[in-house]
């Protein structure tokens, strides 16, 4: 992934700037102001109203995905279809989405900063890529660049090696434009339902309200809802396999 993907500097800070309004981060591959994209070949979630333009996603359209700009994605051989969905999806939110505005990094314009992602993505996220092969733990700052790219310093190990779990993957990767929330009603999922709750994490910056009042508020919307369906689906599931390994005398590692 390209060295400017995210973009951003190694940073303590964990708070984002309260900035709203129709805009779109700095960067070779962001437009000045969101608009639609019909003629998106990926990243078609933010087709309707998109920072990055149509042309850019055909290198994202392609399978498998083995380079995204001056960035190899294979370093350490291709990534799986799985693993390479939850990359694209956060390379289309980064390039793409109308809403990284809103954490804009107070100090650099490229970047994000501590977006608040769900743990249940996280953990799906380390999941798909856990066999996957990494030779970097933070893609932003590990690399060593020449003019082939993006090239290991380290050898390649699972990604299950790499990181503990999904909340380290989610923390680590991409250094600090993301932060891990419990609650699947206070954070991203990178799906249709961000839009509803984009609108209602901005009102509570805007409305300053006590913590009880916002904790409770979204938990009656239609789109929580179905988060938290998803997320005691997720968690059944993922209780029936651990009891059928078991039996079977293995152990997940």
Known sequence: MMITFLGISIATLILAVDCYGDSCLSGINHKAMPGPEPGMRACKLYSQSSCCFSNYTEQLAV????KVQNTYWNRCGQ????????MKKIDCFYHCSPHTFNWIHPNNSHSVLAVPICQGFCDDWFTACRDDLTCTRNWISDWEWDDHGNNCRNECIPYHQMYKDGKDLCVNMWGATFKVISCPCHCLMMDDDDNNMIQYLIHQRRTPAPVEVLHREPMKAPFCQRRQTDLLERRERAKTKKGMDQNHGTVPT
């Open 63 to 66: 399978a498998p995905v083995t």
């Open 79 to 86: 990534l799986s279809s799985r693993c390479e969905e939850y």
